[in-house]
């Protein structure tokens, strides 16, 4: 574990499923009964890993459909040939 471990704050129950995807990522995680998750977030990409885990395994299933149909009706074609598309 990495000097400043990052504490995950979600349910009780929703610690193992995110503990197992994250390690399966190869993000550094420490479990233990009763204790908050803790996660080695050392790099960008580590940060992204769980916060992106965090979100598909808590937010609402309403949530993640529509995060889903947007990807699906999002112009990736146009939005290569224009780079302020991803201008947000």
């Known amino acids: 574990m990495s000097i400043n ?7 009780w129950q929703l610690r193992w499923p995110i503990y ?4 399966d990522l190869g993000v550094p995680c420490k479990y233990a009964p009763y204790q908050p998750l803790t996660a080695e977030v050392n790099s960008p990409l580590a940060a992204l890993q769980v916060w992106s885990v965090v979100r598909q395994v808590s937010a609402p299933r309403h949530i993640l459909i ?13 939005s290569f040939q224009d780079p302020s598309a991803f201008e947000y």
């Open 66 to 78: 529509g995060w889903l149909e947007q990807c699906w009706n999002y112009n990736w074609i146009d």
């Open 5 to 11: 471990p990052q504490l995950i704050a979600v349910p």
């Open 20 to 23: 197992q995807r994250l390690t």
